[in-house]
């Protein structure tokens, strides 16, 4: 008798449709292109706006060195206050309709993973490209800086891209990560959270303090530069996302 050996292989259109799959979920959270990419620009051109104004009444005014406190506007992150509420309003409006047609949790948190990676991808690019547009016009011909400020504008179009996609993707996962934990255990698990942070910070804060290390801490910071603290701050997105991901697996909408 002639033993044949048989393998198993995974069929080519099941890999497809896994990546379908993943695919629809990114689809399902364009239903309303708002949340992702109409209040985010909103809120971004509103900001824009009012530092225009203000740039034209300066100069109406005659007071020109004012303009160089444009240098410390925080208008360029008006947007990412709201990322945190997108974030956690991708999970509540979509998980409970996701698994209603049968999206199984990893490909939903997959699919939502992929969308939170282009909005910050293109917002990303959007910003570092209108910070190079400010610089080359001088501040729109009069003088205002809203891109061109705080880090940005500094090292370059990739040096702001990489600092703003890892800022925007951080927000977008710490939000959706924080409505998994009340999906998951409710008011109590946002309880126990968020005490948590807390007590590490004060942990933290209170062991620089009292070892007299935060000279030490800042001389880090300083020694890795601001490429070094943003690589941190997606190395803490890359964890919220696998913090997310294990705590929607049992998660249960109701």
Do not use: C
Not at 88 to 111: E, M, P
Not at 223 to 245: E, H, P, R
């Amino acid at each position: 008798m002639t033993a044949v050996a048989t393998t198993t292989t995974v069929p080519r259109t099941a890999r497809r449709s896994r990546f379908n799959e993943i695919w629809r979920i990114v689809r399902l959270h364009t239903v309303n292109p708002s949340i992702f990419f109409g209040v985010p620009w909103l809120i971004l051109g509103g900001a824009w706006a009012v530092t225009m104004l203000i740039a034209l009444m300066l100069r109406a005014a005659g007071i020109s060195a004012a303009e160089d406190g444009f240098q410390y506007s925080w208008a360029v992150l008006s947007p990412q206050w709201y990322l945190v509420a997108v974030g956690v309003q991708a999970i509540a409006f979509t998980f409970s309709f996701a698994l209603g047609f049968g999206a199984t949790r990893r490909d939903y948190w997959l699919g939502t993973s992929a969308m939170f990676v282009f909005v910050s991808f293109e917002m990303a690019v959007a910003i570092a490209t209108l910070v190079q547009i400010e610089q080359a016009t001088n501040g729109w011909w009069i003088g205002a800086g809203m891109f061109d400020a705080l880090w940005y504008g500094q090292h370059g179009w990739l040096f702001d891209f990489y600092t703003s996609f890892a800022l925007q993707l951080l927000v977008l996962f710490i939000g959706a990560s924080i409505t998994t934990v009340y999906m998951r255990w409710r008011s109590r698990g946002l309880i126990i959270l968020f005490s948590s942070l807390v007590v590490l910070l004060l942990g933290f804060v209170a062991t620089a303090t009292l070892g007299n290390s935060w000279p030490a801490v800042f001389e880090w910071l300083g020694s890795i530069g601001q490429v070094g603290v943003f690589t941190i701050l997606l190395v803490k997105a890359l964890f919220w996302a696998v913090f997310g991901y294990f705590v929607i697996r049992r998660a249960t909408p109701r």
